[in-house]
């Protein structure tokens, strides 16, 4: 007998595009389903910063190629045939802060680790780091 599902509980997975994000969501995916759970793919953006290009940039600019790369993820990993119970989000802000809240009432919150190998293949991103500090429920650090 499973447990009642409690409103809001789900697997969050933290996107960037990156090949070890692309394995977190392949991980998400399979605790969803062994979980039975919604599973939440999200992606961040921020706005530019101003005073690094010499050029008028817009900020729609990165909203929209943050939208493409997060479409381009799931196509990669999923295919076509997407789980009817995946949810994608496209969220303003810096992803510690918002993965951090995304993570309130979640079963697990994973995301890939950005890892380059030898010792600083052994330390965490500043993102996962924040994560496993203060995200509100368990995180998983998936490896590529």
């Not at 509980?9 to 996107?15: A, F, M, T």
């Amino acid at each position: 007998m499973t447990e009642p599902e409690r409103p809001g509980e789900r697997v969050v997975v933290g996107l960037d595009g990156s090949e070890s994000s692309k394995e977190a969501l392949r991980e998400g995916l399979r605790l969803a389903q062994a979980l039975d759970l919604p599973l939440e793919a999200v992606m961040c953006w921020e706005d530019p910063l101003l005073f690094e290009s010499y050029r008028v940039v817009d900020p729609e600019e990165f909203r929209v190629a943050s939208e493409q790369l997060l479409e381009r993820t799931l196509a990669e990993v999923l295919g076509p045939e997407r789980p009817a119970r995946l949810t994608s989000r496209l969220l303003r802000g810096r992803p510690a802060e918002q993965l951090i809240e995304c993570s309130e009432g979640a079963r697990m919150l994973v995301v890939g680790s950005r890892g380059r190998g030898g010792v600083a293949g052994m330390l965490l991103g500043s993102v996962g780091s924040a994560l496993v500090s203060h995200a509100r429920c368990p995180v998983l650090v998936v490896r590529h």
